[in-house]
């Protein structure tokens, strides 16, 4: 046995390519892992005939680190710190969902305040996701200036997360049955004055793409899909409602209060990059409303839930009482223990659908999770996109579909 | 539970033996392993559910009958439902048939189980591991898969630890 890593041969993927591609006369080309256009370390195996793309298999796998198998080696609390790794760009959703699905899973209630909180810092997480896709997805079609810009305004917003959870982007902020502790007095202010900001800022970013003639000649009819595609494909988020459907977990199956906000699903039909764009574009600007709502009607009271055989308690609490004393130490020894059974609860991620499959077996270890994460699909259906266009169009579409390769690996 | 929803358990009940149960609002129904395909059709088909958002499977290990429970967790995006559905998958053979041809976006999923479990998937058009290397050994997902406290292997006598190192392929 070796520890050397084989590669697939070409012999054994011959059955993905054309046959033209075993005799030479389409060529086969290997694109990635470490290619600057793949955001992150996505392999590309490219049939080109010419400068067209035959077809692509994309390889991934290469940043995988096992969290599904770590975690059902950790308590339900300690395990929660690995979720954040996965989608580090949407961080604070990978421990909401993780958290829902204890909450559904042990019956926690996760008090108004809470909710409210959650919905302010994951629409944030949000708009700061977007964000770096639209500098680098932009980056992709040489429109230099919008990355420098998009990561300037994205500062502001990982100044909140520090300002919250003494974290930047792996915050961990969440926990099952409410937050970590109550945000400091300076939190609305500091997301007012951010709030306030990004629209303008918006502003700018549409009026260098919108109607740039260049930006629009890279991205009106590349990279096309159709919703019943989309569909079959279990393709999800701003890909599949630049399609028409207007499938959103924040309308369908409403989670931490987001029924009762105001907002829009913004929709395309062309299902083109461009139409992603607008998507993109729309949904931030849907999301600076949301937060302005919940900000507005922010509740006061408790931050997480009173159960604590599953909640730990305040230091202030640990001080004077006994019972707090014990079920503090319970907690961190030994961990709580959900009754027997398996559930899945589900978010709406930058990308797409992000679930939970949580199953226990009544010890204080989860016995199994499966984070459903939304670029797998995604990553699934590229070769459909890609087929007829140019290479070129290819580093658009990988761009445009928004993958977060630790997302996909797990 | 929803009429909706019951009426789909009685049908799977039905055609496909299933059995259903219900567990925090979520409904699944336990179908038998070689009637996966058409459980499967007649949800899509029959009740609209036109998306599999979750193929994975839960390993009980010691238990060697229907030691893996293979999970679907379908989506209708019409009628806004979730549908779990579990079969049972034995020890040896470890294999089911592949949904590939209901949900196209099963095939990588498929390879996410094989690779990670170890389950064949029957009639599957391209079964390769999908997140460990080609060469791999063994399945790491699978409970008696070890997770580190293992002997450390060095040049000198990685071979001779290597024979009694559990791979989880058994």
């Known amino acids: 046995m070796t520890t050397e890593i084989q590669e697939f041969t070409l012999d054994e993927l011959k059955h993905l390519f054309s046959p033209a591609a075993l005799t030479g ?43 599904e198998k770590n975690m059902e080696a950790k308590t339900y609390q300690k395990a929660e710190v690995m979720t954040d790794r996965m989608d580090y760009l949407y961080t604070i959703g990978n421990n909401l969902v993780y958290s829902l699905a204890i909450e559904k899973l042990t019956g926690l209630q996760s008090p108004p305040r809470s909710d409210a909180i959650r919905v302010i810092l994951s629409e944030l997480s949000r708009i700061q996701s977007h964000l770096i896709w639209i500098g680098t997805s932009s980056l992709d079609l040489a429109a230099m200036s919008t990355f420098l810009y998009a990561m300037r305004e994205r500062e502001m917003i990982l100044d909140i997360f520090e300002l919250v959870s003494g974290q930047r982007m792996m915050t961990t902020y969440i926990r099952p049955g409410g937050l970590w502790r109550d945000v400091p007095a300076e939190f609305e202010s500091a997301v007012r004055n951010v709030i306030d900001i990004l629209p303008r800022r918006f502003d700018e970013y549409e009026a260098l793409l919108t109607n740039n003639l260049l930006f629009k000649d890279r991205t009106v009819g590349i990279g096309k899909i159709d919703t019943p595609t989309c569909l079959a494909w279990n393709v999800t988020g701003p890909t599949l409602r630049a399609t028409g459907l207007a499938h959103d977990q924040r309308k369908d199956n409403p989670y931490s209060g987001y029924e009762q906000y105001d907002f829009e699903i913004p929709t395309q039909t062309a299902g083109d990059i461009y139409a992603r764009y607008l998507v993109r574009v729309a949904e931030m600007r849907e999301s600076v409303k949301i937060i302005r709502q919940a900000l507005d009607r922010l509740p006061y009271g408790p931050v997480s839930d009173n159960n604590r ?39 709406e991620s930058p990308r797409g659908e992000l679930g939970v499959y949580l199953e226990s077996d009544s010890g204080p270890k989860p016995f199994r999770v499966h984070y459903r994460t939304p670029s797998v699909p995604l990553l699934q259906a590229l070769p459909l996109m890609a087929k007829g266009h140019f290479v070129a169009d290819l580093v658009g579409i990988i761009g445009s579909i928004d993958i977060v390769l630790g997302d996909a690996d797990r | ?99 590939e041809g209901v ?5 990588w999923r498929e390879r996410e ?31 008696d898969y070890p997770l580190g406290y293992e002997e450390v292997q060095y040049t000198f006598n990685y071979e001779e630890i290597d024979v009694k190192k559990p791979h989880g392929e058994r």
């Open chain 2, 1 to 99: 539970m929803e009429e909706y929803l019951q009426s789909a358990v009685n049908e799977l009940a039905q055609r496909c033996g299933g059995q259903g149960s219900e567990f925090r609002g979520e409904v699944t129904v336990m179908v038998p392993a070689a009637k996966i395909i058409e459980a499967c059709r007649i949800l899509r088909d029959d009740f609209a559910f036109d998306m599999l958002p979750v193929l994975t499977a839960v390993d009980y290990y010691p238990r060697k009958d229907g030691r893996f429970h293979v999970v679907y967790v379908l989506y209708s995006t019409r009628l806004r439902y979730y549908f779990n559905l579990r079969a049972a998958v034995d020890e040896s053979p470890a294999e089911i048939d592949t949904v």
């Open chain 1, 309 to 347: 055989k599953y909640v730990p308690p305040p230091r202030s609490e640990i001080g004077v009482s006994m019972e707090a004393l014990i079920h503090h130490f319970k907690l961190w020894t030994e961990g709580f223990t959900p009754p027997v059974g398996a559930v899945y609860s589900a978010v």
């Open chain 2, 113 to 143: 189980v094989w690779d990670l479990f170890g389950i064949k998937f029957k009639g599957h058009s391209d079964l390769r591991r999908i997140m460990m290397p080609p060469n791999w050994q063994g399945h790491p997902l699978r409970k």
């Open chain 1, 25 to 67: 006369e389409t060529m086969v080309l290997n694109m990635g892992p470490q290619h600057p256009s793949t955001h992150g370390v996505l392999r590309l195996i490219v049939e080109l005939d010419g400068e067209k793309v035959v077809n692509c298999v994309p390889d991934i796998g290469f940043l995988h680190t096992g969290i």
């Open chain 2, 103 to 107: 949900f196209p976006s099963a095939n």
